[in-house]
């Protein structure tokens, strides 16, 4: 697996990871989402620069011009429901893509931190021959995306696979590049370093979910 972390270089990008952990800001849900989005929109731009282009003319009221424009077909496929913002980021930027959602939610069986992540409503277009795009805001244990891929084998075979993220643990890192092909690229805007026994990011940011739309029960 290709990983591109980016929390090492000083940019704009980090003012926002700063923003969704603060537990001020974390209060105004909007701007958790709007956050949430602009790093989407910011690690899309990133990725964008390792697709396929090719040229074509461009015809202007003066005259016409040559562009090198994306001709790689791409399918957006996000986690429901804590991976809404990023993918409306990712989507403003990835405008002609095709677009996928599959619901995966933690199950503990025994009410105890043991838990397994359960594959529910899913919807995708064909992925023979196209670049995947899977997003999941919180890479925490690994399981979720591990689920999720094994879902979308019944839709085919994509051409190449990327996962954009915004916040990781490096137990996540190690699962997916254990279960996805060598050639994915990870484009992730900070990794930290450890888990609680339940599973969830520390330092992280809490429930992106809970943070963008609310409690659940």
């Known amino acids: 697996m ?3 972390q980016f929390d090492q270089a000083h940019s704009i990008l980090n003012t926002f990871i700063a923003e969704i952990r603060d537990i001020t800001i974390q209060k ?3 701007r958790f989402r709007r956050n949430i989005e602009r790093i989407g929109e910011i690690l899309a731009y990133e990725l964008s620069k390792s697709l396929d ?10 005259g016409t ?6 001709s790689d ?22 405008d002609g ?35 995947l795009v899977l997003t999941d805001p919180m890479l925490a244990t690994g ?6 891929l094994d879902a979308l084998k019944s839709h085919g075979t994509p051409k190449q696979i990327h996962i954009i993220s915004v916040i990781g643990s490096k137990d996540g890192l190690a699962k997916v590049q254990d279960v996805f092909p060598e050639d994915t690229h ?31 029960l």
């Open 97 to 131: 893509a095709e677009n996928a959602f599959i619901s995966a939610y933690r199950h503990h069986p025994n009410n105890d931190d043991a838990f397994e992540v359960i594959v529910k409503y899913f919807a995708a277009p064909s992925l023979d021959g196209k670049i």
């Open 73 to 94: 077909q791409l399918v957006l496929c996000s986690v429901l429901r804590a991976g809404l913002p990023l993918h409306h980021g990712i989507l403003s930027y990835f």
């Open 2 to 4: 290709i990983v591109h």
């Open 65 to 70: 011009k040559s562009s090198f424009l994306c």
């Open 143 to 148: 399981k979720t995306l591990e689920n999720v």
């Open 28 to 30: 105004d849900p909007m």
């Open 186 to 216: 990870l484009w992730i805007a900070a990794v930290d370093e450890g888990l609680t026994s339940k599973g969830y990011i520390v330092p992280g940011l809490g429930d992106a979910g809970d943070l963008s739309y609310g409690m659940k």
């Open 53 to 62: 282009y090719s040229q074509k003319e461009v015809t202007t009221p003066l």
